[in-house]
């Protein structure tokens, strides 16, 4: 996919490039579940690690209930759970021969359905700024807001969640875009389909930075790509999760920290952190490298990349 979208830039507008990459990132949130168990305040903190070639982003996602409200969607009233994450990630490493850095910061607010337990509305908004050694540097602001339908999918979810239980779910996704690119401003809307597949792999025992648990763990796979989730009563909430892109991209979560009032109350509903918040992230990163180095000439200069993040405890 990585190589399919360079080959687009060089083929395409710049501003209908990145909202594309972003629109086809973004539907993995629709995996995301959150029981009534939860209380107004409850969060996690989780280390984020993510690399594309010798790319690397590292740093923190934290996340928080924030309550019930209601959400006018396609002209109906909502009556929804809200659950805010913000990622701050630094830059570094090469790509193609380039040394790389800069930062990002996101920030995204989910709505899910009470009734279905299930993602309706996805903002997600973020800005970054990028250098590629000898290339120049530039800014970015991407702001997305994706309404999922119908809710609750199109897909029965089975009875008992034992392990060995497959089910698969089908969402339309509607997306309005709006991006910044040094100070150049566009927009644009995108619709498409995202078929989803869940299987619970196994029960087991994980040890992360914010201690070790029992897991159930729930594997997801989608066009692009397969995410496992080591699930918690304790934590309410994914411990650890590991995205394994098609194309070669790789992410990993890992919890740091939590405060869970309801943990003697929870069921096996969990809230999922949305991987369309983490690959859009990396994704768009990639985009914007590639868009800068249509300005080279001649082969990759040598360069010496920044030092490389650490990898995270688990």
């Given amino acids: 996919m990585i190589e399919e979208m360079a080959v687009m830039l060089l083929r395409s507008n710049r501003s209908i490039a990145l909202s594309l990459v972003l629109i086809l990132v973004s539907t993995y949130s629709a995996t995301a579940l959150v029981s009534e168990a939860y209380s107004t305040g409850d969060e996690w903190t989780y280390h984020l690690t993510t690399t594309m070639d010798d790319m690397i982003m590292g740093g923190t996602l934290h996340r928080t209930y924030a309550g019930t409200t209601a959400r006018i969607v396609n002209g109906s ?21 380039y040394g790389v ?48 339908s119908p809710p609750g999918g199109i897909g029965e979810e089975p009875e008992q969640l034992d392990v060995g239980v497959t089910w698969t779910k089908t969402y339309t996704v509607r997306s309005e875009v709006t991006e910044t690119y040094d100070g150049d401003l566009t927009s644009s809307s995108y619709t498409v389909s995202e078929t989803y597949t869940y299987l619970i792999t ?12 029992d897991c159930e763990v ?97």
Wanted: aromatic share 8%; with cysteine; glycine share 8%.
């Fill in 202 to 213: 196994a029960r087991e025992e994980v040890t992360v930075p914010a201690g070790t648990f």
């Fill in 101 to 148: 850095m800069g930062s990002v910061t996101a920030t995204e607010i989910v709505y899910q359905d009470k009734e279905y337990l299930d993602t309706l509305v996805d903002d997600y908004d973020e800005s970054m700024t990028m250098t590629v050694v000898g290339l120049g540097s530039v800014q970015v602001r991407i702001h997305n807001v994706s309404i999922y």
């Fill in 218 to 314: 729930l594997q997801v796979t989608d066009p692009d790509g397969v995410t496992t989730y080591w699930l918690s009563e304790e934590t309410g909430s994914e411990v650890k999760l590991v995205y394994e892109g098609d194309s070669g991209y790789w992410a990993m979560a890992v919890l740091r920290s939590y405060s869970y009032a309801s943990a003697d109350e929870f069921g096996f509903d969990v809230v999922l952190l949305t991987v369309g918040m983490i690959a859009a992230v990396a994704v768009i990163v990639l985009v914007v490298v590639v868009l800068l180095l249509r300005k080279k000439k001649g082969p990759p200069k040598a360069q010496s990349p920044p030092p490389a993040l650490p990898p995270p405890v688990t």
């Fill in 77 to 97: 009233s909502c009556e929804v759970y809200e659950l805010r994450s913000e990622i701050e990630l630094t830059i570094s490493g090469s790509y193609e021969g």
